[in-house]
């Protein structure tokens, strides 16, 4: 049988294991491995700080085909243009993909794919990114689910995931002409490290991008902070979750993995924890899962309320304001807290992402669009179906959505899950001298605590921008009217 020449196209799949397009084009012939970076306005652009990411990725990955004899091309522009140009250059037979599902790279993948097929090439798209297609879980009636505790059980009810399939043993790179060579571009030339001024010190610090850097995340998470995640996945002042998204986000790991390696840990005893330690964790897979069921099936998800009455909701838009809680300058310190880690390391701890999220939007009554947006640019883990979707569920208009009345106190919140102040002293310093109660409430501390730890409220540390009683209270009247109208 002759070898087919063949194209897989990479997106959201940086990696070579459980990557189920790249091995059926590995298995049909030699294989061009493709990544655009995509300049068409019409799709989302990537945020800095996932530019970042996908720089470092992308290396990764070069490395790790040349370890298998294959190759990584680099292209800039419009997939929607640049695929069948390639494919007729190189003598392409056979294109592969892992399959998207945000309704703008559905639609291009549905355009090339009859473009493709039409010219006599065959087409075949994959799912590595979820454990379910978003249309496999689906209420008795076939509809959308909107409920995620139903909806997980709809999809643990479905049995175990399928075994992740290991990468091939060989990726022989497709031969290419010069015309193609000629249009390859080398990663410095996509830009996506920031120059002038450097901030990723702090990201490259924290974090190694790649399906290497992946695979030891999730052996450091199984063997230690697995322990006791059910409970202390909420304290951010102790390394207690597995800071797998951004790994996730790119697909340098997918959940199939994660699935089969904790209840492989398990049984051979070599995972820390319990069982409810381990069904808690697989819960926040589920809601990832959850947050692309919403995405595929409302796709303006990150622009639009899922709840049209929000579209009534009294915003009070205050650049001023919004602006002080990017720069982690609110005056309120588990909030700055975060948005200083955000900052420093392109990632939060998800306590503190609802903690700020919630300020943001009923403290301050600023349209949860923006506090999207601001993520979205500065997360290594900015993903589609997850960032919108935790948004929407904090402001109240989102699909299974927190209620109009839960609003986080983060003074009493950072009491909680930062007892001891750790975390906040450490991400705001000129307040790391109070005790843990005083630090969460530097206001409310008396004049000789501040004194001794150098605090001057308005001074070295900001007033709060808004009294949280006050910011509380017109929350609810907002909510009250938007509910009533």
């Known amino acids: ?269 070599e995972a820390a924890g319990s069982a409810q330690d381990a069904e808690k964790f697989l819960s926040e897979i589920g809601w990832r899962e959850f947050s692309y069921h919403l995405l595929f099936h409302n796709p303006e998800l990150a622009t639009r309320n899922h709840d049209e009455r929000f579209d009534r909701f009294p915003w009070q838009p205050d650049p001023a304001a919004l602006r002080r809680w990017q720069r982690g300058e609110t005056g309120i310190p588990l909030v700055d807290a975060g948005m200083r880690e955000l900052w420093a390391t392109g990632w939060m701890h998800n306590r503190v992402r609802m903690v700020a999220a919630s300020f943001l939007i009923k403290h301050l009554l600023q349209d949860w669009r923006a506090g999207e947006a601001w993520f979205w640019d500065t997360l290594v883990d900015a993903d589609p179906a997850n960032n919108a979707a935790s948004w929407q569920w904090v402001a109240g208009s989102g699909a299974d959505a927190s209620p109009y009345f839960r609003i986080f106190n983060p003074a009493t919140q950072g009491e909680t899950h930062d007892p001891y102040g750790a975390y906040v002293g450490k991400w705001v310093p000129e307040l790391a001298g109070l005790s843990g109660q005083d630090i969460h409430q530097p206001w409310k501390a008396s004049e000789k605590a501040r004194r001794e730890a150098g605090v001057r409220i308005g001074e070295t540390y900001p007033a709060p921008l808004v009294d949280l009683a006050f910011g509380r209270q017109r929350a609810l009247e907002a909510f009250a009217a938007i509910r009533s109208g």
């Open 1 to 269: 049988m002759m070898a087919e020449r063949t194209l897989h196209w990479l997106r959201n799949d940086l990696r070579l294991a459980d990557n189920p397009a790249l091995s059926a084009a590995a298995q049909a012939g030699p294989v061009l491995c493709l990544y655009i970076l995509d300049t068409n306005p019409a799709r989302r652009p990537l945020g800095g700080a996932s530019r970042w990411w996908l720089s470092r990725s992308l290396r990764a990955l070069g490395e790790a085909l040349a370890q298998k004899a294959g190759r990584l091309l680099l292209l800039e522009g419009d997939p929607a243009e640049l695929i069948p140009r390639i494919a007729s250059m190189a003598g392409i037979g056979l294109v592969t993909w892992n399959r998207r599902y945000e309704a703008e790279a559905i639609a291009l993948d549905r355009k090339l794919k009859e473009e493709l097929s039409g010219g006599g090439i065959d087409v075949r798209s994959f799912n590595s990114h979820l454990l379910n297609e978003p249309w496999q879980v689906a209420t008795t009636t076939g509809q959308p689910m909107k409920v995620f505790t139903p909806y997980w059980r709809a999809a643990l009810r479905k049995g175990e995931p399928a075994a992740p399939i290991p990468a091939p043993a060989r990726i022989e790179a497709l031969p290419l002409p010069d015309s193609l060579e000629a249009l390859a571009v080398s990663l410095s030339d996509l830009g996506l490290q920031p120059r002038k001024p450097d901030w990723t010190a702090g990201m490259r610090a924290e974090w190694e991008p790649g399906e290497r850097g992946a695979a030891t995340r999730l052996g450091d998470f199984l063997g230690g902070a697995l322990a006791g995640y059910a409970d202390g996945r909420d304290r951010p002042d102790r390394e207690s979750t597995s800071r797998l998204s951004p790994h996730l986000r790119f697909g340098e790991i997918g959940p199939r993995q994660i699935w089969h390696a904790l209840h492989q840990a398990r049984a051979t005893g």
